[in-house]
């Protein structure tokens, strides 16, 4: 990851200079004897989460959003996870799974990221600690094609909560879509939608099946090198619909930021747990930029976008503009 190399002028992907990971690498925490006098809020730690949590205070969790390795051989910069049968692989899970109980308030809710091939793994150890509320399925448009199996183009994300008692905000994550068949009631007044300088448009209850994410690419300035990175757009998703202004939000797996990012673009608090320096200080310049660059692709004007959504970009454009 050297971010002093030459790269096409339209490739926007974030890396770092040899000063920038000087500078950065001095902002990380490692518990606990960084965390002496500081409050744990707004700060990345670097270190393998099994040595983290141990260190952290109860119940300090409004919301848990954790994007951990699926059960495949993966390279992440100087980290290798390998495959495991899926009896080593839940056992792997408990280990840090049975400690958010802990950790989280007795209304908090929680977001476990994972594939088809890891998913009845995560559900498994996931219901042991968290009344299961539902498996969001989300689209993957990138990706090679198989000639003897389907395209894997989804993967799912497991909602919980810690108990009944807990906050859902349905109205800050409706989602805005064009309207093709533009049906009128009986007086001829347009039937749930409304015209837009953009065009009609309707305002739509979210579901469980998202088809509106954009996978980070070389010419997105979220991008990073980090082989699995999260759209910002989708975690924002689950930011607004399960925490409030000033709530923390808490992810142990955190890679190159994006659910500190979001959380900081939203007005959140955020602590994340991240082993390997390099994406950790990513992370660190990606949170900089945020108080600069608050803007999420694909959500603005209080709504989710459709994919690839003149409206959103434009919309988008002039708030970055102002």
Known sequence: MNGDKQRAPNNRTLVLSSDERRIYRQQLVRLPGDATGQRLENITICQDALE???????GFVDLLIVDPPYNRSKVFNQTTFNQRSQTVYETWLESWMSQMSRLLKPNASAYVCCDWQSSPAVYNVFSRYFMVRN???????KGRGAKQNWKNSSEDIWFGTVSEDYSFDVEAVKVKR???APYRDRTGNPKDWQTTDQGKFRITHPSNLWTDIS???WSMPENTEHPTQKPEKLIAKIILASSQPGDMVFDPFLGSGTTSVVAKKLSRRYVGI?????????????LALAATQPNIQGYAGGYFWERNSLSSQHRARRESDS
């Open 52 to 58: 983290a949590l141990p260190q952290l205070p109860d």
């Open 135 to 141: 498996r969001i399925t989300w689209e993957r448009e």
């Open 178 to 180: 064009r309207v093709l």
């Open 215 to 217: 996978i980070p690419f």
């Open 274 to 286: 991240e082993i390997d320096e390099e994406y950790a200080c990513i992370a660190e310049k990606r």
